[in-house]
């Protein structure tokens, strides 16, 4: 267990300054940047990388998203505190801790069965409470849908049909969507039954998404 140290309070404040130059306005997304203690998801001797504006590795390939991309996904979902959120892609546990802060209600789903368990260790060691999974979650959390945000934190060549039908009328589903090299993130919204719009927001650059309506079935 690691601690939340003044010290680490200032970077965090200097990290959300940035963000709020770099355009990030959402008071409450701000807020919950400032309050989780990001280096806790860090080794010890990684402590001054957890507070720059980058991504880092988490171990099997996998990385803890940029602090920008993580503000700006979750600004995009326009996150209420009675919301039922579904995160595709638990990693070490960082957006699902920032997406906790706004509601009580995140289910997350992991394919990497390591990462998976280090991150149940993690929640369970700082008393946090999300629903989480191992699975595919290419195609969703079927079992607990319908849900009124859908994060997906890893680049899909397409927008998943399953992830459209698990969500609830005006919900929201914010995607990065290309090939390999860069993906645009996207805000898929279910303004009714079988009525969806589509905005484009910037290029981004994610590790894919793997599973069935991914980019390949290996299991993790
Ligand atoms: N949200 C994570 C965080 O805060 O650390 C970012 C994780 S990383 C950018 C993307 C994650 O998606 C990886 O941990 C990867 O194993 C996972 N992933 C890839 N394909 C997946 C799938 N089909 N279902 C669930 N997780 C998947």
Redo the contacts with the bound molecule.
Sequence with gaps: MQTDLYKHKGMRRALVKLLRDKGIFDERVLAAIETVPRHF?FEKAFVEQAYQDKAFP?G?G????QPYT?AFQTELLKLKSTDKVL??????????CVLLQITPSVYT????RP?YEKAIRFFKTYGLKPHTFH????EGLPSHAPYDKIIV??GAPTVPKSLMKQLNIGGILVIPVGDEKTQRMLRITRVQENEFTKEEFTNFK??????RE?WSSDK?
């Excluded at 995160?87 to 699902?96: A, L």
């Excluded at 789903?109 to 990497?112: L, P, S």
């Excluded at 699975?135 to 290419?138: A, I, L, M, R, T």
């Excluded at 994610?206 to 599973?211: D, H, I, R």
């Design positions: 998801f988490i099997e996998q990385t803890i998203s993580v995160e595709i892609g638990t990693g070490s546990g960082y957006q699902c789903i992991e394919y990497n990462l699975g595919d979650g290419s934190t890893a994610f590790v894919p998404l793997l599973g991914g993790g």
